[in-house]
Structures are given as structure tokens and as C-alpha cells.
């Protein structure tokens, strides 16, 4: 699956399979926070995900866990790939 986000970790993009592993509909994600599928336990990962791209830093790949929309815990398997435009730069992790 492949989402989107912005440095303020607002997704931007949800893809079809995102929906069918997560539950949400990308009307219903797009323009949220990530925290929506992060596990509150897990949540300091995606802000060191995020120092680390806004430092230049690469992020390497990573297994975590997050949560659909039923609740339910999953294993991930995440890569994140910057992308830097003039005007702002998101990250879009490919999970």
C-alpha cells in the first residue's frame, strides 16, 4: 500500500489497498492525521520518523505495528521516501 503525508504528518494520499488493510475509505483519511492508523504506544516512532526527515536523515526500513479501523493490531512492514518539491516536502512511506 502506499500513503502519503505531510511533515505535519496530514495524509495526502491512501490508496486502494491502504483501504482494504486499514478499513478507511481514502475520503475518510485523506486530510487526517497519521495517528489515525498509529497505535498510541507507537506513536513516538512516527516522531522520530519525522525529525529525522526534516534533518535530511534517512529513515530505514522498519517493522512496526498499526491499527484498522476495527481496532485490530497488524504487523507493517514501512519503507519512507521523502518528497521534495520547491514549494514543501511530504513523506510518503510505502507500506
Known sequence: MIISKTLDGIITSWNGAAERMF?????????RHLTLIIPEERRAEEDEVIAKIRRGERVEHFDTVRITRDRRLI?????????????????????
Do not use: F, L, N, Y
Open 23 to 31: 478499513g478507511w475509505t481514502p475520503a475518510e483519511a485523506i486530510g
Open 75 to 95: 504487523d507493517v512492514s514501512i519503507t519512507v521516501s521523502p518528497v521534495r518539491t520547491r514549494r514543501a516536502a511530504s513523506t510518503s512511506p510505502a507500506w
